[in-house]
């Protein structure tokens, strides 16, 4: 009976020494055993009796205790620790949103960009290259993809403003600065061609459209031809007063004899009265003398007469 006493009184002495003494540092190393994690790293967190809460690399664990076994796992602790985000390229974006972790870039709105570099931005004017329609002069943002990231050109004729000398005019490009932007003049008289009725000559401004832009000798010119010409007779009455009138064919005068059939009642001096021969020309009616066989065939020539009938 004796000997049953004092083995209990050892046992409860033993496990009254080993629970006073109880410390959740002795769960450390076999914490660090089982998860891999430095010991090191591993911090007691809570420790209530003779159980414990670690700290096991960013994770909580409840390990308790057993008077013959020591410390055992348990399980996660049902309160974990808020994780400070993790944020590998250091960009400011955790690593959870950022759509490029391993490249520092900026934050953006859009989830397929957020975190990743910028896109270039050759001329550094804020709209990136694959969007700028000028990619080496900065300009302006545009809704209107033709002129994003082009210097202002308020009249859109591809001169910018700074460089327009007449920026409120579509023109056309000029080396000469004074008329880089501005309408075609090619004369130089400082009337457009557009507006110009002499755009090769120099002139003055007229309010007369027909002469605007052309020299004065040349508008008094035409000034004074215009009058000419008011003074002068249509072209249509002067032929016809030049031309007489034409008889009608089909209704002769008969005031005037026809020119193409002599009168009857009047000899034609051109020619003789088929009655009365010309004095003047005396063998019209009658055969020459000199050339005898000309009217009438020859009956005596010897030669005729000398012939016989075979």
Not at 125 to 138: I, K, N, S, T
Not at 224 to 253: F, I, L, N, T
Request: aromatic content about 2%; overall charge negative.
């Amino acid at each position: 009976m004796m000997k049953y006493a004092m083995t209990a009184a050892l046992v409860l002495g033993v496990a009254g020494m080993t629970t006073g003494c109880v410390t959740a540092k002795r769960a450390v190393p076999m914490a660090a055993h089982r998860s891999g994690c430095e010991a090191d790293k591993i911090k007691v967190v809570n420790q209530e009796g003779r159980n414990a809460v670690l700290d096991v690399c960013g994770t909580h664990e409840d390990w308790h205790f057993h008077p013959f076994n020591g410390y055992s796992y348990v399980g996660p602790s049902a309160e974990q620790p808020e994780k400070p985000p993790v944020d590998g390229d250091g960009d400011g974006v955790n690593d959870g949103v950022d759509a490029c972790p391993s490249k520092a870039g900026v934050a953006t709105a859009d989830p397929t960009t957020n975190g990743c570099p910028p896109p270039p931005d050759t001329d550094g004017d804020g709209v990136a290259d694959p969007d700028d329609a000028c990619l080496e002069v900065a300009g302006v943002k545009s809704d209107d993809a033709k002129t994003n990231g082009c210097p202002p050109d308020k009249d859109g004729d591809g001169v910018a403003d700074a460089s327009d000398a007449c920026a409120d005019v579509a023109g056309v490009k000029s080396d000469d600065a004074k008329a880089n932007g501005c309408p075609p003049d090619k004369d130089g008289d400082g009337i457009v061609d557009a507006s110009d009725a002499c755009p090769d000559k120099a002139g003055t401004a007229s309010d007369d459209p027909a002469k605007s832009g052309c020299p004065e000798e040349a508008a008094e010119g035409d000034a004074e031809g215009d009058a000419k010409d008011a003074a002068k007779p249509d072209a249509a009455e002067d032929a016809a007063k030049k031309e007489p009138p034409k008889p009608d064919a089909a209704e002769p005068d008969a005031a005037e004899p026809d020119a193409a059939k002599p009168d009857a009642a009047k000899p034609d001096a051109a020619k003789p009265d088929a009655a009365e021969p010309d004095a003047a020309e005396p063998y019209a009616a009658e055969p020459d003398a000199a050339e005898p066989y000309a009217a009438k065939p020859d009956v005596a020539k010897p030669a005729d007469a000398a012939k016989t009938p075979e």
